[in-house]
């Protein structure tokens, strides 16, 4: 029957597959049984046995054709051919090991590099788990003329949106702190207020119990599903039970799943306060998160909450007017703040995709021509063109697998890495792991390029007819060739040259950055973060109060030399700036009022962080909330503002509303965090007393003599003995909060200069490989000019020169595009120098350094040729 | 494969479509009778046609490994008559049919051929 049939021939096959050395032999076997009998008839007619063999041996002619139509007809002469292949693989790779092993190396690098940020961007862009995400959009109010972009909304305005019949769940949230107590500690949690709207918004139900009910009141609150794991440690018994957050007994009414989207750290939910849910139409505190109704398209929405928005405005002049509503699609909104360093990383993966490129592509290309001549001999003996091809492919294939192999390692190393920078601005990036199909996408892409590269130049030579490349004996290298080999060479060069200069603009940056002295002693200084909660502290003064009581106690902590409390730490990201109002001065329209980073702190601050007094007084005990409304200001307000005289008993205002204020005294300038100087330049710097703008939450400053996490406890129950319900959270030392408001600078450097150097690297050995190539051709030229009197240096010059003119036009090319560059790049970013001669210099030196190496070696060569070795191979 | 002229008697000139087809029909046909091996085949097969079918040395084996190919017949090694192992071919039952496909195929064709040439001339 057929199956039958089948299962013999696919037994044949097997045996063919695996039994190919058997079944060969006893292919041979066959054919000598018929030569013998062949043989033994011609002695039966009376032929002597050796006449009769060659004449049996003259009869079976054509016995290899037979043999390969035998081969042939068994079909599995591709796996045959493919091990032949392997085999010539092998030992083309063993005769070139050094060729051999940097293109692994470069393969490897590149696809790995790659798959590491491929994968990090996966993970930060992966999409929300919220059934039917499209459908999910933030609402922003905007006001373009007052510059409001993704501003959030006021109560009133979201009530009406919600009217508008576009949404089928509307939710208004804030971001706050909470202060949860636990029977060992309180903790500072963040979370998030909303209205019940929220759950039905993102449409995910609760793991374990229930969310947040319209009859709820203030009472439930709802947990995360890493709170629950890290704080409570997975106790299921958690839910229903009471704890005091923020000195008031909740209950936990239920768990999220793991998988609810967090837009920041936020672990836990609550009711938004009646006070909030009834605040006005001016209030704008509110981000808002919305699900569209079925059927409603994004474009509709949009047009309806265009309309609305004109209506309120109509309605209510004062405060809505210009006022209008922008939807965004909520995976839109998550990772915008990470598009700008995803567009980094990849602009870095591009740069060192093209470097990696171009390297592999001149040096297969070098070697491609050099075995022109061996490639055409074998065509001339009948090597069939397919065939050839055919083996160049399995020869780098098999390249690219092994790089493709090694690049995990690469890629492995390059997603830790970047996670270890735990960048808030990257979403997920915890959970970046290697993303296999991006390895698999880049392996392909890897050995499309080898291949490519590879077989290129092969096809190349073959277009010239094979007499001409046997004849060529090696000597001549067509134009195009050159050509081609020179481009990649300078491109090479020039990407190089590019990298080089950006690394080290920024890596002067960055050392400017790092040594640029802070305006204060950070050494030996401990930071700890109070939030006291609102509800239990409602008025200013008992805020004050509080933090008054709290600097006198760890004022006499031993080992405390100095103690106070600021708004914010200089290291903040979290700097709240307003708009600066000069007496006497002008008025000035909305856009043109300069700004500054204010900040409320206590008498003692300026003593605690060492800033240096220049002018004027401190702050003292008589500035209280009855007292003359004072401020102090810094150095370099002091001299833009009043240039030409003194600044103290001059008065400002922090707004158009705000009382006036005068200047007591004028502090040293104190460097703003890294962001700020970038993004908006330099701003000045004032400072209010505690007593007179106090803040609920605040830092305390402590300097000490000793080791400053020995403070820890202390201060801990300082704390608690003033009021337990108050955690202390953010505790670090200032010379650490420095360093971390460096860390997106830090990565960014880091890969940066490892492009670079690779670069550089590769540049090199391309240059090298492409030149040594060269003389080895022109062996024969040299040798005859040698033997007619050149003189070796001529030689050496020549190749050099050849040399350097690549990397000089290379190095121009790239101090070209870098100029652009920095152009682009300091129009965006404050603090880019636009000229610095010094690392152009060191950088153009580098790379010229670099090629010069690469070049002598070779040229070095050509001095050694033996004209008699070189004559020889003409 | 091609039919050999070595021996000019009576040899037939064939297109060489319709000899490699027929070939595998020969073989086929000559080994319902018993197992053979590739030598045996041809010098059978020389035999029985009076000389007139004979092919050259050698060129039987890819036909004979096709066949196998496709199943339709098998191999396996056996002592010959000298005591010497040789490689003997045996029709399957696949091979049975596709000798039955063949021959009928065949006796169409010849004999649509013979009746075209006894056509007489108008």
Known sequence: MAVGRWLDVLRLRLRSLFLFRKVDAELDDEFSYHLDRLTEQHIARGLAPAVALNQAIAAMNGVLRYKEQCRDARGMHFIDDFRQDLRYAFRQIRKNPGLSAVIVVVLALATGGNTAIFSVARAALAPLAIPAADR?????????????????????????????????????????????RLPDRTERVEGVRATPDLFAVLAIPAARGRLLGAGDGQQAIVISDRLWRATFRSDPG??????????????IVGILPPTFPRFGREDIYAPLAPAALESGRGSRNFSVIGRLREGVSFEAAQHRMAEVSETLAKTYPGDDSGIGAVLQPVQDAYVQDASLLLDLLIATLACSLIVASANIASLLLARGVGRRRELAIRTALGGGRWRLTRQLITEHLLLAVVAGVFAVIPAWAGVRFIASYRLTELPNVDGANLNVSALAFNFLVASGAGLLCGIAPVWFAWRNDVNSALKASGTINPRSHQRLRKLFVVGQVAVTAILVIAGGVVLRSFIELVRQQPGYDASRVLTTRIALDPTQYPSPDRQAAFYSQLVGRVSRLPAVTAASVTRELPTSDDLHGGGLFLAGAPEVRAENVPIVLNTSVDPGYFRAMQIPLAEGRWFTAHDTKDGRLVVIVDRWTARKYWPNQTALGQRIKLGRTQPWLEIVGIVGDVEAPVLVRFLKGRIGQVYRPLAQDPYPAMSLVLRTNIDEAALIPAVRSSVRDLDPDQPIFQ???????????????????????????????????????????DVRQRTPEFGLRISLGAEPMHLLTLVLRRGLLLVGTGVALGLLGAAVGIRLVSNALYGVRTSDPATLMVAVGLVGAAGAVATYVPARRATRISPVTALRSL | MRLSSRYPRGHLSKPPDLVQGTLDLLVLKMLTLEPLNGWTLSQRLRAVSNDVLQVSDGSLYPALHKLEQRGLIKADWRASEHNRRAKFYSLTRAGRRELERESANWYRLASAITHVIRLEEA
């Open chain 1, 731 to 773: 505790t670090e030392t200032l010379s650490e909060a420095r360093v971390a408001g460096r860390r997106v600078f830090g990565l960014v450097l880091s890969l940066l200069n490892g492009v670079a150097c690779m670069a550089l690297l590769l540049a090199a050995v391309g240059l090298y490989g492409t030149l040594a190539y």
């Open chain 1, 238 to 251: 958690v839910v229903g039970r009471s704890v005091p957050v923020d000195g008031v007994p909740r209950t």
């Open chain 1, 136 to 180: 999910t959009v933030m609402v922003w109010s905007e006001n373009p003329a007052r510059n409001w972009h993704q501003f959030p909304a006021s109560m009133p305005d979201v009530r009406d949106w919600s009217a508008s019949g576009i949404f089928a769940s509307l939710a208004p949230f804030l971001t706050d702190g909470f202060n949860v």
